[in-house]
């Protein structure tokens, strides 16, 4: 009996194999299939700057402007930015600039420097220390009309302050016709950029107009 007993417990670690031999063993994990990727479009080149361009881009090196050059965009509706800069130091700040096309760069910053500064100092008595805008780029129709505004081709810029280093304000809105300083040296600033921006409206031109010198390079010339 004692031979038997053993013989049969010497048969269960082979009965315990055979259960998990054959068939019952786990399948070995079959690697993932890679999904394909997509080819990456080819990047597109960028356009070489024209005459126009390469000239007025001259003319800022010339005149120690820091500006940093940007790409053509197509923000659809017919909003495309060609020849754009981004003005970074003029001599004097000035908020809400970003694209510009490089002539309506070029003739604002010369406007500022030799034309809206000096006055600032001789008929105000103080430096020109700081100008606000209203912005350039805006991709948006004429109001009221469904032509484009030179805005969406950021060919147009709007001021709204100029600030002085004594502290004062002189805004389009309060001081055209406010006290008769700031009423002759907004008026002066503005002849003057009618001589440098292809339009320049005030507001003396409609109410939309009535806190702002909306100046551009482009349409037919108009100063009013």
Known sequence: MRFGWIGLAGLAPLLLLGCVSGDDRPE????????????RP????????????????ADLDADRVDYRTLPTQDFGGGCVVVGAVQLLDIGVPVSGLKSMRCPLARNFSNWVRYGVAPAAKQMLGSDLVRIESYGTFNCRPIAGSGRLSEHGRANAVDIAVFVLADGRRVSVLNGWQGADDQRRFLRTVFKSACRRFTTALGPE?????ANHF?????????CR
């Open 42 to 57: 080819a990047p597109r080149a960028p356009e070489p700057p024209t005459a126009e361009t390469r000239q007025c881009l």
């Open 28 to 39: 070995p994990r079959r690697p993932a299939a890679k999904t394909a990727r997509k080819p």
């Open 214 to 222: 909306h100046l551009d390079m482009g349409g037919r010339p108009l």
């Open 205 to 209: 031109y409609n109410s939309a107009h």
